[in-house]
């Protein structure tokens, strides 16, 4: 579907023949190409990584309203993105900028959250919470401050999430992150299942409680500005996703990773393909989108959770 729409009409045969012959050439090459793949791609990886972290993290605290930008990854990014529009930097330094300041914010918050050799769960609340604060008040002054309309709905236009105007390159500059927050994840799952009974008890079955928290807290930090570098801030997916992947797979953190991925993926790639078509030949930001479906579907869930428990 993330392939056959958009705004001007492709027939799938010739869709699909330029798909079986990358080298072609003509038109239909082009949009398949240069413009729709390489969308469908980012948004995959964007779904896949947003997902991963949501299920770290809600694991990692054992706290299922816990969402990827509890770091304060995404607003760190945020701030750092509206600084760079207001200092009129190029426009193609943005998700290098975003993606830099997401994983410092992300490091500052571990930072405050430290006790001793680990993690205080408390504490990373906390910090995140204020931390993201902080900065959503540096992008409200930001805006309040801008000279411009164009450096406003540039600002706007990252807070709202689109994979518009991404390539190949923008892929492959966040592909090797993701792929190394990945495979932490999946490092860091059989531990994380000890660590689903409390850690005294996970200390106790030969878990290193610290290393486990540190390596949850990478992965998911890597995932998120990698995400956040590619998108902007897209919310609701790596808060929702991962109890939908509980609900088909169970508790177990290793399948957990590997359906809240797969579901991230559809979920994302169904989403930008409908953000290009609902007020086309307009877009709707994917953010709005996944806001206005994530909200009730958040709350039927937590609604039917809590009626089976009484």
């Not at 994983?103 to 910090?127: E, M, Q, W, Y």
């Not at 995140?128 to 902080?134: D, E, M, P, V």
């Not at 850690?199 to 486990?212: M, P």
Request: glycine share 10%; charged share 10%; aromatic share 6%.
């Amino acid at each position: 579907m993330g392939l056959l729409v958009g705004g001007t009409w492709v027939p799938p045969g010739a869709l699909l023949y330029a798909l079986l012959h990358p080298h072609a050439h003509g038109v239909v090459a082009i949009i398949l190409w240069q413009l729709r793949l390489p969308r469908v791609a980012v948004a995959a990886l964007v779904g896949a990584a947003l997902a991963i972290a949501g299920a770290l993290l809600q694991g990692l605290l054992r706290n299922p309203l816990v969402d990827p930008y509890l770091t304060g990854t995404s607003a760190g990014a945020a701030a750092a993105i509206a600084l760079a529009v207001a200092l009129g930097l190029a426009a193609p330094l943005y998700p290098a900028i975003g993606f830099v300041a997401g994983l410092a914010t992300a490091f500052l918050v571990a930072a405050l959250a430290r006790r001793g050799s680990g993690l205080d769960a408390n504490r990373l609340i906390l910090a995140g919470i204020s931390i993201s604060a902080l900065f959503s008040a540096l992008v409200a002054l930001v805006l309040a401050r801008t000279h411009t309309a164009d450096e406003a709905e540039a600002i706007l236009a990252w807070l709202a999430g689109s994979m518009a105007g991404r390539g190949w390159h923008d892929l492959a500059m966040a592909l090797p992150y993701t792929i190394v927050g990945t495979a932490l994840a999946f490092a860091a799952a059989p531990a994380m299942n000890a660590l689903r009974i409390g850690e005294l008890r996970a200390h106790a079955v030969g878990v290193n409680v610290a290393r486990t928290q540190w390596v949850v807290l990478a992965a998911a930090s890597l995932l998120t500005a990698s995400a956040v570098a590619l998108a902007g801030i897209i919310g609701f997916l790596g808060l929702i996703v991962p109890h939908l992947a509980r609900r088909v797979v169970g508790a177990d953190v290793r399948t957990v990773v590997v359906a809240s991925a797969l579901l991230g993926v559809a979920l994302c790639t169904l989403a930008d393909a409908v953000s290009r078509t609902i007020v086309a030949p307009s877009e709707l930001p994917i953010g709005v989108l996944l806001a206005f479906v994530g909200v009730p579907t958040f709350l039927v869930l937590y609604l039917r959770s809590k009626e089976r428990r009484t």
